[in-house]
């Protein structure tokens, strides 16, 4: 199995940045791409960014292009979010996920982001 843990979370004003990481133990050579969700009060949780493990391709939520970068440390096997220019309305909890081989996924707990206007 894949466990996943998320850090970096915490409260910032709008217009700041904040750096997500999420930490991946286990079985971890099974990991061929891992990404980040949030979900915000009283909304469906939504895609925000994924990157492949074994190249570098990227893909983005429109509502974050732009501001936010999605990386990979493979030897760390950590995933990052560089969030920058945040609004209020990013106010969420972040969810990191790994798509593991066999169809497989792997879920963190999640970390808290508020963005105060």
């Known amino acids: 199995q894949v466990q996943l843990v998320e850090s970096g979370g915490g409260l910032v004003q709008a217009g700041g940045s904040l750096r997500l990481s999420c930490a991946a133990s286990?079985?971890?050579?099974?990991?061929?791409?891992m990404g980040w969700y949030r979900q915000a009060p009283g909304k469906e949780r939504e895609f925000v960014a994924t990157?492949?493990?074994?190249?570098?391709?990227?893909v983005y939520a429109d509502s974050v292009k732009g501001r936010f970068t999605i990386s990979r440390d493979n030897a760390k096997s950590t995933v990052y979010l560089q969030m920058n220019s945040l609004k209020p309305e990013d106010t969420a909890i972040f969810y990191c996920?790994?798509?593991?081989?066999?169809?497989?996924?792997?879920w963190g707990k999640g970390t808290l982001v508020t963005v105060s206007s």
């Open positions: 996920n790994a798509y593991l081989g066999g169809g497989n996924d792997s």
């Open positions: 286990g079985r971890t050579f099974t990991i061929y791409k």
């Open positions: 990157i492949n493990w074994g190249g570098s391709s990227t």
